[in-house]
């Protein structure tokens, strides 16, 4: 029953890390596109930008509300902080490039 439920666990990471990423990066695309950015230029930065936040979303509450929970804790909130800065700077890297560069 454990491997079941290690299995359900991948399955639903895979399933939230694909819509969590698609439901954010469309805002993301829609403004740069607003704002005059092509993002097929930056789409590599974007998504990891996009996959760091999604991670310290899944670590610091997703995890807690799976079919696996056993050993689930909670990042250091210095850790989070660090990740959400570096992924926030990485989302305004395009901006800057764009209109400084």
Known sequence: M?????LFEFMRVLILLFFL????????RTLYETI?????NY?????FAILLIVYVIY????????FYTKG?????????????????LLISV????????
């Open 21 to 28: 990423t698609a439901i954010l990066y469309y805002p993301l």
């Open 72 to 88: 689930a804790k909670k990042m250091p909130p210095k850790i989070t902080w660090s990740i959400l800065s570096i992924s926030f």
């Open 43 to 47: 789409f590599y930065i974007l998504t």
């Open 59 to 66: 670590t610091n509450k997703l995890q807690f509300t799976g």
């Open 2 to 6: 454990r491997k079941v439920g290690i």
């Open 94 to 101: 395009p901006i800057i490039i764009n209109y400084f560069g």
């Open 36 to 40: 005059g950015i092509e993002t097929e």
